[in-house]
């Protein structure tokens, strides 16, 4: 789990779900916006319906590799490249392909999963 400093707040994300930048990748949508100039990090949440899967420990197993993954390839401190500037940034999952997620998530396919999330994290930075 990420700090709670490095967690956006359901204020911050209503704000940002309203004003946003939008990144499209494959597997997630990224809505994200310039961070406070005072802070030297980035701040993420996600988002996961019931229609990813019904079972919330899944959900839940499935926000921790997404953080994990955060932590592991350090992205809260690194600036983005092209506006080598700190964000606050929501993923969503698309709306298409919820099958092949959720059989994935059912068939505890936890590599191929944590592939896909890398590789739309590193298109976002």
């Known amino acids: 789990m990420l700090a709670k ?36 990090y980035n701040q993420f949440w996600i988002q996961l319906s019931t229609k990813m899967h019904k079972r919330a420990v899944k959900r839940n197993k ?34 298409n392909g919820v099958e092949e997620r959720n059989a994935q998530l059912s068939g505890k396919q936890w590599d191929e999963i944590t592939l896909k999330l890398k590789s739309s994290l590193s298109k976002l930075f």
């Open 5 to 40: 400093q490095h967690r956006l707040t359901s204020k911050e994300v209503n704000y940002i779900l309203k004003k946003r930048q939008v990144i499209s990748t494959p597997n997630l949508l990224f809505f994200r916006i310039p961070q406070y100039t005072n802070r030297n």
């Open 62 to 95: 499935l926000k921790r590799s997404y953080y994990d993954l955060i932590k592991e390839m350090k992205f809260i401190t690194t600036k983005t490249w092209k506006t080598q500037q700190y964000i606050k940034t929501i993923a969503l999952p698309h709306k």
